[in-house]
């Protein structure tokens, strides 16, 4: 057993980098930690089935930090494979990543919005029919970002998506809510196209009503575009408005969206 502390994202890094800075690292710790991450992964997917939501699972504090390690360390054949790699990871996270005590959702607004989306929108059922979700709450800033996903497909054609939610230090006017809509939009145009870096090719057609441009100066923007839409048809509803991070475009426009994110949801076998 290896046990370590660390509540977020940030303090991961500076604890990978004292465990890395001994000559040599200890490299049975490593695997140890190694071994560690991945019953916590083991334990997590187990918790979400005894939940009954087996496609998606929120995890915050330690666990989200046992679990973005997992996730983000590719495991090699040898310990001297998991040392190169953590290295590479430890750098990574001290550019990325840095201590703030800035609004985040937590983790039980996260539940409630996706048992929302399954109750009213069958989103598990349909959008996570051939894939797994991970939210992450990583406890601290991103240089550039509020929030990221971070897509595998696999050969059989299934997915696996991680979103890590960051401590928000850009755009306030953005609520957090509408900022985790907007990745899982993202996730729903993965299910869709299996390129996170595409759209249907008839939102093209859908989007220039109100995005002129979209199908030819815009057209590398599509995907954040159907994020937006995605996230705005949720916010049209009654019980999001208040979450609303585009209110200078018409609610009937927004309604369109959420109409037409709906059909393509349910065109998902």
Not at 13 to 33: C, N, T
Not at 106 to 113: E, F, L, R, Y
Request: net charge negative; proline share 4%; hydrophobic share 35%.
């Amino acid at each position: 057993m290896f046990e370590f502390s660390a509540n977020n994202f940030c303090e991961l890094a500076s604890v990978l980098a004292g465990l890395l800075s001994q000559d040599p690292p200890e490299k049975v710790k490593i695997k140890r930690l190694y071994n560690h991450v991945e019953q916590t992964y083991i334990s997590a997917m187990k918790g979400a089935v005894l939940d009954k939501h087996p496609q998606w699972c929120i995890q915050g504090h330690q666990w989200a930090v046992e679990l973005y390690l997992y996730q983000n360390w590719p495991h090699g054949d040898t310990r001297r494979d998991l040392v190169s790699k953590l290295n590479m990871l430890v750098d990574q996270m001290k550019s990325d990543f840095s201590p703030s005590e800035g609004a985040q959702l937590s983790v039980a607004a996260i539940d409630n919005i996706l048992r929302y989306l399954d109750q009213q929108d069958h989103y598990s059922e349909k959008v996570l029919k051939n894939g797994k979700l991970m939210i992450l709450s990583a406890g601290c800033s991103h240089r550039q970002f509020d929030a990221l996903s971070r897509p595998r497909i696999y050969q059989d054609d299934s997915f696996c998506c991680d979103i890590y939610l960051f401590h928000r230090k850009g755009d306030e006017k953005s609520s957090l809510e509408s900022i985790l809509l907007h990745e899982l939009g993202h996730v729903l145009n993965l299910s869709l196209t299996g390129d996170i870096s595409a759209v249907p090719e008839d939102f093209f057609t859908f989007g220039e009503l109100f995005f002129p441009g979209l199908s030819t100066t815009y057209r590398n923007q599509a995907p954040e575009f159907f994020a937006h839409c995605f996230s705005m048809g949720i916010t049209s509803r009654p019980e999001f408005q208040q979450y609303d991070a585009f209110p200078a475009i018409k609610l009937e426009h927004k309604r369109l969206f959420d109409t037409y994110m709906k059909s393509k949801i349910t065109s998902l076998l």
